[in-house]
């Protein structure tokens, strides 16, 4: 596609629930991150995929939140046992091959926890 | 703890007028990028600086990066309401693919 694709838009989910939120990049980029943006804060680094693999997930807050890209496109971050203090929108960019070639970001996944 | 300070984290002035927005930090990083949010959208990158003492010109804005490659400035010369928007500024340490963001700065130009 043209842009960075992130579904759904909007997610309000209830405290202790799964989701997940999907990100389709821009068709030949090979890099994926997944990034968190609190009201009123920038966005902060969760992870980065190089292909199919997790290069860098030292920005994922606790072993509730997993990513996956299995096939070297689509990603998806998984929170488990959602809590309210999840509640932010979760930004997914990409990129041709890193951080050099500049990023391209969606417009988020708002998720609420409720 | 923010590694990027970004100031004045709010702004409303008057179209016609100039402004800086100032991104400080105490450690180095390799890169330097700024970008532009609008409500319900993601940020779109509007430079990046990756030497030091680096000024670069996009129409009305130009970007610095300060010599020991700590801090950076956009200057908007003339703003105009359309140049209302969240700016954030993000560094990148060397050989790292992650990009630490400021808090931003919200602009507001009024006509």
């Known amino acids: 596609g043209a842009g960075v694709s992130q579904t759904p838009s909007n997610k309000v989910t209830e405290k202790g629930k799964y989701v997940e939120l999907r990100c389709d990049p821009i068709?030949?980029?090979?890099?994926l991150y997944w990034y968190r943006q609190s009201l009123g804060q920038g966005p902060e680094f969760l992870i980065y995929f190089q292909g199919t693999g997790a290069a860098d997930d030292s920005g994922l807050p606790n072993d509730r939140f997993f990513a996956v890209r299995p096939e070297g496109s689509v990603s998806t971050l998984k929170i488990q046992r959602t809590e309210r203090g999840d509640s932010a929108v979760y930004l997914c960019?990409?990129?041709?091959?890193?951080?050099?070639?500049?990023?391209?970001f969606g417009s988020g996944t708002r998720l609420t926890v409720v | 703890t923010q590694l990027l300070e970004q100031s004045p984290q709010f702004l409303s002035i008057q179209e016609g007028e100039n402004l800086t927005v100032y991104c400080n930090s105490s450690?180095?990083?390799?890169?330097l990028q700024w970008y532009r949010q609008e409500p319900g959208e993601g940020p779109v990158l509007l430079v990046t600086?990756?030497?030091?003492?680096e000024v670069k010109k996009l129409k009305r804005l130009t970007f610095q990066f300060g010599d020991a490659r700590k801090d950076s400035s956009l200057h908007i010369t003339a703003a105009q309401p359309g140049d209302t928007g969240l700016y954030l500024c993000a560094g990148a340490k060397q050989g790292a693919q992650k990009l630490v963001f400021g808090q931003g700065t919200r602009l507001t130009i009024n006509p």
């Open positions: 960019a990409s990129s041709l091959g890193g951080l050099d070639y500049g990023y391209t």
């Open positions: 068709s030949g980029h090979t890099a």
């Open positions: 600086v990756v030497t030091g003492g």
């Open positions: 450690s180095v990083f390799s890169s």
